[in-house]
């Protein structure tokens, strides 16, 4: 069975002090990784995919990377603004359930002004 | 961009209701998908279409059907609602099957 695991559960930062997600999971064969901002009361919204190891992919201050086990989201220098719960979920690539996203439950970011 | 509505952002029901979910997406997709989201148990797969009038089950289907008549609309339907079906329900849609999925702002269902 797919699993993903996402550490911490919740992260307090202040305003420009960089730090990282992480994504650990296990999988059947990756077809994917992708990483979701999830406001409160709102739906998730799509950032990064990611398909194999020492990939990677930025967009503003963020940073996601991918090796055989886990991905990191690194955050630069973040401010108030990137407070959100960050998702990520991983697709496989084989079996009858290929489409299927598995989902770890999420870090929780704070950025204080 | 992608545009994925829902036709509730908030609902009320009692226990035993019949309940409605819609959602609609303008983007010519495919593949919708509707999801709950719980605290502690993250999102979780109810149902998913890869095409009109088809659908297959999620990882819990238990207590829910759906429809799809349009390529367009995705319903989620709650044949008798109870409370433990209390929850965030998340609709998405992907153009490919191993895309990236899109999701709606979510209804948040009470059911009493």
């Known amino acids: 069975e797919d699993q993903v695991t996402q550490s911490p559960e919740a992260l307090r930062l202040q305003e420009g002090e960089s730090s990282s997600l992480n994504c650990s999971y296990t999988?059947?064969?990756?077809?994917?990784l992708f990483w979701y901002r999830q406001d409160p009361g709102k739906g998730p919204e799509f950032l990064f995919t990611?398909?194999?190891a020492g990939e990677e992919k930025e967009k503003e201050r963020l940073k996601a990377t991918l090796t055989k086990k886990e991905s990191f989201l690194h955050i630069t220098a973040p401010k108030p603004e990137d407070s959100a719960t960050y998702l990520c979920?991983?697709?496989?690539?084989?079996?009858?359930?290929?489409?299927?996203?598995?989902f770890g439950k999420g870090t929780l970011l704070t950025v204080n002004p | 961009d992608v545009k994925v509505t829902q036709s509730s952002r908030y609902l009320v029901k009692r226990t035993g209701e019949k309940v409605f979910l819609e959602c609609v997406q303008d983007?010519?997709?495919?593949?919708m998908f509707w999801y709950r989201q719980d605290p502690g148990l993250g999102l979780r797969l109810i149902y998913f279409s890869y095409d009109v009038k088809m659908k297959e089950k999620g990882d819990i289907p238990e207590g829910y059907s759906v429809s799809r008549e349009k390529k367009e609309r995705f319903s989620l339907i709650l044949e008798s609602a109870s409370t433990n079906q209390t929850s965030m329900y998340l609709c998405?849609?992907?153009?490919?099957?191993?895309?990236?999925?899109?999701f709606g702002p979510g209804t948040r269902l009470t059911v009493t």
């Open positions: 983007m010519d997709h495919e593949n």
């Open positions: 990611l398909y194999s």
């Open positions: 999988v059947s064969g990756l077809r994917g």
């Open positions: 979920a991983v697709q496989a690539n084989s079996g009858g359930s290929n489409y299927k996203l598995t």
């Open positions: 998405a849609s992907s153009f490919i099957l191993h895309d990236e999925q899109y």
